[in-house]
Every structure is written in C-alpha cells, then in structure tokens.
C-alpha cells in the first residue's frame, strides 16, 4: 500500500524537468500526480497556469496538485475561480474538493455550503465522492457544533529553528532526563543518475532541551541510505525501538521495525530486526510505542500497519511482551481502529490511556489526536483532545510527560515552517503543548448507619486494584468525619473504614472515564458492633406516635451527653456502652419533659436496647407567637376581598417550592445571602407551619377533656401595597388559618366552635406596623418581595390563648 509521505513520515523533493514547452511541462505534471509527486507536479502545474492563466482545465489541474501538495491557500483561490467560470460543468467534483479545502482551512461553515452544493448538484454521479459529502458534512457539522475556540488552560508553541526546519518533523518524544529526541527528513540523497531527482531521507536527532541544539545521532542509530525515524524508549529493557524505511521499485515507501539495546556505556548496540510476523514481508510497520497491560502486568508494543486483517488503511496492532526477547503474535487493536488510517499511537503509563491520531472520525482537521483510555482491558470510546491540540489540518505523534503537563505534538498547522512561504504548503513541525493536568480526589465521608449522623475518628484505608494488596493510602478522619486523598486516572479503588465499637464498612470506585478535574464523593456507613439504643417517642393520652423530639442521653459515670433529634419519625438509634447506667429524657414544644432511668448490666448477649418515652401534653402557651407564613400576595392574589375559602395547608407546599426561586431573586449565587434564604425557609416557614399542627393536634385534645380556649390571631403584610389593600390581605391570611381550625381532621373542631367552647378572634395590621427596614419599592423586588426582611413580615401570628377555665 502507498504511504502519503507528506502526511505520516516523510516528504520528497524531485527537480526540475527540462521541458521547455507548456503543454512538455502539464505531462509531466499528471505523470508526477500518478507517482504521488505532489511536490514536482504542483511546481509543474505552476509554471503552465503561468502561461495559460485564463485555460480552465490548466486552473483545475493546478488547483489539484496545490490540494495534494497542502497549498491549500492557493487551491481555495483556483477552485473558486474554476467553479465560478462558465466551464464549470466540465468539471464537476469542483464544489466538493473545494468544501475539502475549505475544510482544512478552517472554514468549516463554508465548507458545509460547498459539499451540500455538490450534493445537490451532482448527486449519484460519482458514488464514492457522494459518500465522501455525506460523511464531510457530517464531519464539518461535528467541528462547526464542538467549537473553534481554544480552552485557555492550553498553550501550544512551535518550537524554534533549532528544532524545525523548512522540512518535516515529527515523532517527538522525550527521554526521562527531559532530553528530546525527534526525526526530521532534512538530509538529502544523491541520486545514482545526475538526470533522476533528488530525494530526501529522515534521520532521528537529539536537543539536550527544546531550546538546545539539534544533534543528528548519525553514531548511534541513523543510517545513511535509509530512512530512520519514530524513536521510543522502554526503560525496562534499555532498549529503544525504531524504523527503517526504504523505497521499493514503485517508489513507495516500506517500513520495518527494529530495536537497538543500550549498552552500559551509554551506546546504543547493533540494529536488530524485529522478527516475522511482527514485521510482515511487503506491508509497512513502523510507529512503534511500548505500553502496558495492567491486566497482564506486561509491556506491550504498539505499531502501525498496512497489512491484511485490519480494519481499513493504516491500522494500530500491538504484541505483547512476554520476556524481552519474546513477542506474542500481533493483534489488530480493534476496540479503535477505523476505515481510516489510525497512526502514531503514544501510551500514557500515568493514566492507562492511548493517544492516537485518525481520519476515521469526526474531527477538525485530515487526522486529529484521540485520547482512549482502557480500565479493566476494556477501551472506552476515545475522546477528541480538542481544538487547540487539533487543528483544522493533520496533528500526529502527540506524546505526554507522566504529569500530563507538557506534551509535544507534529502538525502541518498554519504557521509551520514551510518550504515556500508564499505556497504555505508542507511541512510537519513539531509544537510543545502546555496543558493544564487533570486532578482527580476523592473525598471520603463517614457515617453512622443507625443514625446516619456523622462519624469522626474513622481510619481510612484504600487501595489499588493493580497494586495488588498494598495499601496506598492510610488516613483517619480524626475530629472531622471526611478525608481528602489524591488519585490516579484510569484505576480501581478499593476503599474501607474502621473504627473501635464499629463494623467496617468498604466501598470500590473507578477513576475511568473523567475529562475534567473533579472530586469524587465516596460515603461509608459504619454499623455500630457496641450495643444500641432504640428510642421511640409517643403521646401520653393517645399512645400515638410522636415526632420531631429532642432527645438526650446521659451517661450518668461520666455525665456525657449525646443528643439526637427524630426529625422524620418517631425513632431514633443510639450507640450506648455495655455495664454503664443512663438517663433518658425527651421533651418538645407544647409538651411536657419526659425522663427514665436505665442500666445496661448483662447484655452480653444482645445488641440492642428498646426504651419508650411518652410526653404528656404541655401548656398552649408555650408556643406563642406562633407565627405562620405566607407568600407574597397569598392566598388570592390581587384581591380586594376580606374573605378566601382557602386552608393554610393549601397553601405551604406550593410556597416552600419556591425556596430556589427566592435564593435566585435576592442571593443572585451569593452564599452567605443564599444561606440566609434557607434560614427563612426551613428554620422560619417549616417550623412555623409544624408548630401549627402540633398546635391544632394539642388543642383537640384538651377541647375533647371540655376545657374551653379564646384564641386570638394577629396578621400582617409586608409594605408593598396602600395600608388599605395590606388590612384585606391581612384578612385573608388569618381567614385562612380560621379554615384551618374549622376543616382540621375533617372538622373535629367544628362542634366546639357551635358550642362556645372555642372562639378564633382575629385583628389585622397593614403597613404602619411593619419596620422601616422593610423595602415598599416595587421596582426593586429583590428587597420587597423575595428578601428574608420581606418574608418574615408576611405573617400570621397565635398572639394570646385564654382557657376559660382560669
């Protein structure tokens, strides 16, 4: 198979025919085109479009080779001549290879209008080119939708004339003293016949830094009649990998991998082919790349080539290492190839990824860097690296340090070095790419399983899956019930927690699959191994079950308290010792203290401790000023109405849904105000309307024992309307919380209110009784609407309660 040279390895440079006439000089310029002369044929096509500037056919064929030899500037002008003149019907793949260059421009959208004009121009007519369209439009829709700008965590810069040249470079890689090495097809070879042109070989140099000189490792590994190149190093065998290349008698380009061992004095040893079929007879393999396998726990060899039972052009394969000098057959690496060509691929130890450029997928440019990343011998779909890495023209041989901070990259971008600035065609130069890494935490909390509250002094340890049993990290939480810890790409994490008086609890994660850095939130639930209090809290007259108690233990040895709060039901669990003695006490709003005394002496043989308390009922009293709150302009909005048929109850969940509406009206992201509007809500609104219920539940019961109560209510409104309009509104809230009583348990109440036994008075207050810190601006509603100042004065308050019994 033909190798593009100027596209992967490799640019030849013919002389001059002496031809002398236009029409000597257009023949060998198609006969250059058909040996993959792109160089000598463009030049050629040059010198007739010279001579016959207004001949159409002499533009389109110029325009051809200044495509093939990526003078792309200069065959966007030509083709759009061509398509423009009145010949263009003779010439009908014109809007499509003009969309293509346009494409390698960057100019993605107008190369989005030039394929859907082939299409509809020429659609069917050339089935392969029609696909090609199809697929480009895709292609370009994929660039146009991913964006052109650069992430500004990434700087790219070309490196100086030290390093590049007027000819190609690539294959970059860096040793680990920081040393880089590259090749370049800068060393020209004198032809056998004066009359046959020039060509031009590569050879592999050495810059102590990307600022040192460039030193050609002639002694070392280059040889002069052939092309030398891809350099890469493994450490664990001194050994570097390489290829040689030669031309076969078409003029192609065939490749063959070798290795060279390092000697202890820091030579490099003989040339040594590696063997069949890892070098396959009339195919190339060239690119090579050791890696590993963290399932073998073995290196493997990364390659490139064209031989059969691949999945399109060029292909990745790999061999695995079993010992230094035994290869396992080589396997199509088919989790990522494509139909295209797949090249120079990089593995990137530190996070078990693969970095490799294609034309199989949607990209920006003929070959942009994929980065995949394997996790349990399972490849991932590959990621784009991104405009900036990538570029609208052909990015190869990306290499990595081990911090993912610096990477080096060979692209034909515009602003290479080029044989003719003017053409702006060739050449491959090679860039360094600062990246920001990609940190990844983990921050592990713990947790009581019982109680779910927090869990301070957990030892934490973790390990990595491909370590085997060693532990990576060991850690406590101490006085905090979280740990923070650094992590690794592309990993399985095992992670457990211990604590004294508690079961381990254990938790597995995997670092696959992150583009971004993050914090990983991992939560462990220890189970306490002690014995366990249950608690469960009632109603002294009922028996019914009682929620939102504060309770509290003490240990009556050491006069310790813990504290626990049912906040959603009736139950709590609490960690207790064995052979101590306790007090037990609950006590509520509304409700009357309730304590016992217990011990627990031979309890050896169970793990937990069941204890009831019942609250007897508590003074009305206790509760006021209950107040209870109410949304902006609730309940009936823009009423001038005394009186509504609304529940209060109807009205408090759609106003608590509302709390993230209120964070963004009045904190606008700040924190310290956001919290302020979820102390309104939660600690105002929520308690307010649970304090209502106990209440309603505590005043039925002493109804029903005949006592008899006058309770007087009290309503407000914020400033925002007249005095007269905030009295109606006033109103209505406190008609509301009438309904309230009148409709609580399906109208329990009603016969007290029929009998006198109970009477609900209400008094409204408007404006003149609000603060003057209260905002009454309607223009400015983040004060006088959605601000906690405003909410709070939207009220309606249980001011006084006489027992007509007293």
């Known amino acids: 198979m033909r190798i593009a040279i100027?596209?992967?390895?490799?640019?030849?440079?013919?002389?001059?025919?002496?031809?002398?006439?236009?029409?000597?000089y257009m023949k060998a310029a198609l006969e250059a085109m058909e040996t993959s002369d792109y160089y000598t044929a463009y030049h050629f096509m040059q010198i007739v479009k010279d001579v016959r500037a207004n001949d159409t056919k002499v533009l389109y064929n110029y325009a051809e080779a200044a495509r093939q030899f990526s003078a792309f500037t200069k065959a966007d002008t030509a083709y759009t001549v061509v398509l423009e003149s009145d010949e263009n019907d003779k010439f009908p793949e014109t809007a499509f290879w003009l969309g293509t260059v346009k494409q390698r421009l960057g100019k993605y959208q107008e190369a989005m209008d030039y394929?859907?004009?082939?299409?509809?121009e020429h659609d069917g007519e050339?089935?392969?080119?029609?696909?090609?369209?199809?697929?480009?439009?895709?292609?370009?829709?994929?660039?146009?939708?991913?964006?052109?700008?650069?992430?500004s965590t990434i700087k790219i810069q070309r490196l100086g004339p030290n390093v590049n040249t007027i000819y190609s470079e690539f294959s970059p890689v860096r040793d680990e003293d920081n040393h880089l090495f590259f090749s370049s097809v800068r060393y020209r070879l004198e032809p056998p016949d004066e009359f046959l042109p020039h060509k031009y070989y590569s050879g592999v140099l050495k810059a102590e830094d990307i600022t040192g000189e460039a030193v050609a490792l002639d002694s070392l590994i280059n040889d002069p009649a052939r092309h030398t190149g891809h350099l890469t190093f493994s450490k664990k065998q001194g050994r570097v990998y390489y290829t040689l290349?030669?031309?076969?008698?078409?003029?192609?380009?065939?490749?063959?991998?070798?290795?060279?061992?390092?000697?202890?004095d820091g030579t490099w040893g003989d040339p040594m082919r590696l063997p069949e079929p890892i070098n396959a007879p009339g195919y190339t393999s060239t690119q090579p790349n050791v890696g590993y396998d963290n399932m073998l726990h073995k290196d493997v060899l990364y390659f490139v080539s064209d031989r059969e039972g691949g999945s399109g052009g060029l292909d990745i394969w790999y061999t695995v290492m079993n010992d230094k000098d035994n290869f396992s057959e080589p396997q199509n690496l088919e989790a990522l190839n494509t139909s295209g060509d797949d090249v120079s691929?990089?593995?990137?130890?530190?996070?078990?990824?693969?970095?490799y450029s294609t034309d199989g997928k949607n990209g920006y440019g003929s070959h942009d860097v994929f980065r995949a990343e394997v996790t349990g011998g399972v490849w991932a779909e590959p990621d784009n690296m991104g405009y900036g890495v990538n570029s609208s023209l052909s990015d190869i041989h990306f290499t990595l340090s081990d911090d993912e901070a610096i990477g080096f990259i060979s692209s034909n971008r515009l602003g290479s070095m080029y044989i003719d600035d003017l053409e702006e065609a060739c050449c491959y130069d090679v860039y360094q790419v600062e990246l920001k890494p990609i940190e990844l935490t983990v921050r592990i909390e713990t947790y009581d399983k019982l109680t779910g509250d927090s869990l301070t002094g957990v030892t934490i340890y973790m390990t990595e899956r491909s370590n085997g049993d060693e532990v990576l990290v060991t850690n406590t939480t101490g006085n905090k019930n979280w740990v923070t810890m650094d992590l690794n790409r592309n990993k399985f994490y095992d992670v457990l927690g211990e604590r004294s008086g508690y079961q381990p609890d254990s938790a597995n994660f995997t670092t696959s699959g992150y583009q971004e850095s993050e914090e990983i939130i991992i939560r462990l639930y220890l189970e306490p191994s002690t014995l366990v209090l249950k608690v469960r809290t009632f109603e002294m007259r009922n028996q019914q079950p009682l929620p939102r108690v504060n309770i509290d233990l003490i240990n009556k040895f050491d006069n310790s308290v813990q504290e626990a709060y049912n906040r959603n039901g009736h139950i709590v669990y609490m960690p207790i010792d064995r052979n101590a003695?306790?007090?037990?006490?609950?006590?509520?709003?509304?409700?009357?203290?309730?304590?016992?005394?217990?011990?627990?002496?031979?309890?050896?043989d169970i793990d937990t401790i069941e204890k009831d308390l019942y609250l007897d009922l508590g003074s009305l009293e206790d509760f006021l000023p209950l107040a209870i709150y109410f949304d902006n302009d609730h309940p009936d909005p823009?009423?001038?109405?005394?009186?509504?048929?609304?529940?209060?109850?109807?009205?408090?969940?759609?106003?608590?849904?509302?709390?993230?509406?209120?964070?963004?009206?009045?904190?606008?992201?700040?924190?310290?105000?956001?919290?302020?509007?979820?102390?309104?809500?939660?600690?105002s609104l929520k308690v307010g309307k649970q304090e209502f219920e106990s209440f309603l539940n505590i005043l039925d019961q002493y109804l029903a024992e005949g006592l008899d109560f006058q309770i007087y209510l009290k309503g407000y409104a914020s400033p925002l309307a007249s005095n007269k309009y905030n009295y109606a509104l006033g109103q209505r809230r406190i008609n509301t919380i009438q309904n309230e009583f009148r409709s609580f348990r399906g109208g329990v109440l009603m016969k007290y209110f029929d009998d006198g036994s109970l009477a609900v008075t209400e008094k409204s207050f408007g404006e003149e009784d609000a603060p003057s810190n209260v905002s009454d601006d309607i223009r400015n509603l983040r004060l006088s609407v959605y601000s906690p100042d405003a909410s709070i004065e939207r009220r309606v308050e249980i001011i006084e309660i006489i027992n007509g019994d007293n």
């Open 6 to 24: 100027s596209l992967f390895l490799l640019v030849s440079f013919f002389g001059q025919t002496t031809a002398q006439t236009a029409k000597q």
């Open 245 to 264: 290349c030669d031309y076969n008698e078409q003029g192609d380009i065939l490749c063959d991998l070798y290795y060279r061992d390092i000697l202890d």
């Open 115 to 120: 394929f859907q004009i082939y299409l509809s």
């Open 345 to 355: 691929p990089f593995y990137h130890r530190a996070t078990s990824s693969l970095f």
């Open 638 to 683: 823009r009423s001038n109405s005394y009186n509504t048929e609304k529940r209060y109850l109807e009205t408090y969940d759609a106003y608590y849904g509302k709390k993230g509406l209120f964070k963004r009206k009045y904190a606008d992201g700040d924190a310290g105000l956001e919290q302020k509007v979820d102390g309104f809500f939660e600690d």
């Open 126 to 151: 050339n089935e392969e080119l029609t696909a090609a369209a199809r697929r480009e439009i895709e292609n370009v829709q994929w660039a146009i939708d991913a964006g052109t700008e650069t992430d």
């Open 581 to 604: 003695e306790y007090i037990l006490e609950g006590n509520k709003k509304g409700y009357r203290n309730a304590s016992l005394e217990f011990e627990t002496y031979n309890t050896n």
